[in-house]
């Protein structure tokens, strides 16, 4: 073999490596080709909703909407308070003036079935001034306490009541009892110290009016006068 190709095989294989390098390029060209490039309008694509799919603004309107419930009316009546009357008077003893004024203060009771109440006495200079506030009308018994002290007065040897509507009577252990319509205070007080009971309440007789209607809407007041008799 000689030392050196001759000039015009040099030139051959130059030929034959500048086609195999632009094949090579040529294939690497048509592979890259090969990729497929999808370019995209933004400007005109538009996405569309499913149709079955309710807009916003009526999904937001049902969902804030309030559900509005029949409305319920009552059938029972309205409770209404009862109304409440006042019942005030004085206890007035004759010839008070001439016995120097009455220093003894007066018990008045109100009584129905089994409800008892008591009057108050707002002013402290008159003892016989009562008043009974918060009632309910209706149809009562005053009880009026009669001060055994009366029968140490020399013009009160008894005592009578009001008049013919009054009765006398007593309560003993919670009862109520009515004395003989012909007996006086004064009998029956006598009567009593005759007993020689213990209980302090067997002296302690009352001038009762048994049927007083107090009502509504007027100014319910008595005067409750005791008589003293002298002999």
Not at 35 to 43: A, E, L, Y
Not at 105 to 121: D, G, M, P, T
Not at 124 to 144: A, H, K, M, S
Not at 199 to 225: P, Q, R
């Amino acid at each position: 073999m000689a030392k050196y190709l001759p000039k015009t095989q040099f030139i051959v294989l130059g030929l034959f490596s500048i086609v195999v390098t632009a094949g090579c390029i040529a294939d690497q060209t048509s592979m890259i080709n090969l990729t497929p490039v999808m370019t995209v309008d933004i400007t005109k694509t538009q996405i569309q909703q499913p149709t079955d799919t309710p807009p916003l603004t009526q999904m937001a309107a049902k969902t804030n909407t309030p559900s509005i419930l029949p409305l319920q009316v009552s059938t029972q009546p309205a409770t209404i308070a009862p109304q409440q009357a006042t019942l005030s008077g004085i206890v007035f003893l004759t010839d008070e003036a001439e016995l120097g004024g009455w220093p003894f203060a007066y018990h008045v009771e109100l009584r129905q079935e089994n409800i008892s109440k008591v009057a108050e006495y707002p002013d402290e200079n008159r003892p016989q001034q009562f008043i009974f506030e918060n009632i309910e009308p209706g149809t009562y018994q005053l009880w009026v306490l009669i001060p055994p002290e009366t029968l140490s007065f020399k013009k009160c040897y008894d005592i009578g009541l009001p008049n013919k509507m009054w009765k006398l009577g007593r309560i003993l252990e919670g009862n109520e009892t009515f004395t003989d319509t012909n007996r006086s205070y004064r009998e029956a007080f006598l009567q009593a110290e005759k007993d020689n009971s213990s209980d302090s309440k067997t002296y302690e007789f009352y001038a009762v009016l048994e049927n007083l209607d107090i009502k509504l809407g007027i100014d319910n007041y008595i005067d409750v006068t005791l008589i003293c008799k002298d002999g």
